[in-house]
């Protein structure tokens, strides 16, 4: 005699258990890793992201370029447009990320000359250190990131 053998049964079980399985473990996964955001303001942005876009544009028709110096302590950063003319009048600021701290502090440039902008650094601020660069003049803003070595 021959059994039937039906096979239907186990997989079903085999199928449903592989399931609970993978939900348990993305269950976990999801518990137990932090929020991967590495831009704290990443919803602010979103939300202004139509203006910071116009500026974005406004900035590039008017071909803004950077040109970064540093001697020293002494970090400086020449701004000129699209003719290599010095852009004057700016409002310039860096923010600087501290590695391992969730602390970020940003700092004014000042203008020395047409269209060079310098900030005197403190001998605190050694190593690699991540910084964001913004200047902005009558709704045209360039920013830049850069990774300083000190």
Known sequence: MSKNKNFYPAFILFTIGGFICFLAWSALQAANSGPKVTDADYYSKGLRYTSTLLEKKAAEALGW????????????????????QP?????????????????????????????????????????????HLEFE???????RQLLLNL
């Open 87 to 131: 852009v004057t009048s700016a409002k310039g600021t860096i923010t600087f990320y501290q590695r391992g701290a969730s602390a970020k502090f940003a700092l004014p440039l000042e203008e020395v000359g047409e269209g060079i902008y310098q900030l005197e650094l403190t001998s605190e601020l050694t190593g690699t250190i991540n910084a």
């Open 137 to 143: 003049r009558d709704g045209a803003r360039l920013k």
């Open 65 to 84: 370029e950077v040109s970064t110096h540093l001697e020293d302590h002494t970090l400086q950063f020449q701004l000129q447009n699209k003719e290599k």
